[in-house]
Nanobody, 124 residues
């Protein structure tokens, strides 16, 4: 069974940092593009950035300050978030696109497999 599991969320103060992990089971991530998305209360799910199977990174736009990396040996992709603000409070999701070639697309429709999400709460 193909599965993605996010972890690393939690409560952090404004200005703090978190590293989210996206671990795959039932398949290997190395051929997939992996994207990170988030959904704040009352808002639509929005794309942040993605990493193609060759390591090329695409950001949704220049406002995205987070970084993404992948460790194929651990079958895991990471989202490093620094200087967090209350507006970053959301459920964060990772997703896998079987078409893993660069450039990856930071749009929901491109992704076939989704994790359940991890809550990130940033206090003022």
């Amino acid at each position: 069974q193909l599965q993605l599991v996010e972890s690393g969320g939690g409560l952090v103060q404004s200005g703090g940092s978190l590293t989210l992990s996206c671990a795959a089971s039932g398949f290997t991530l190395d051929s997939y593009a992996i994207g990170w998305f988030r959904q704040a209360p009352g808002k639509e799910r929005e794309g942040l950035l993605c990493i193609a199977n060759n390591g090329a990174i695409t950001k949704y736009d220049d406002s995205v300050k987070f970084t993404i990396s992948r460790d194929n040996a651990k079958n895991t992709v990471y989202l490093q978030m620094n200087s967090l603000k209350p507006d970053d409070t959301a459920v964060y999701f990772c997703a896998a696109d079987p078409w893993g070639e660069a450039p990856c697309a930071v749009v929901r429709q491109s992704y076939k497999y989704w994790g359940q999400g991890t809550q990130v709460t940033v206090s003022a």
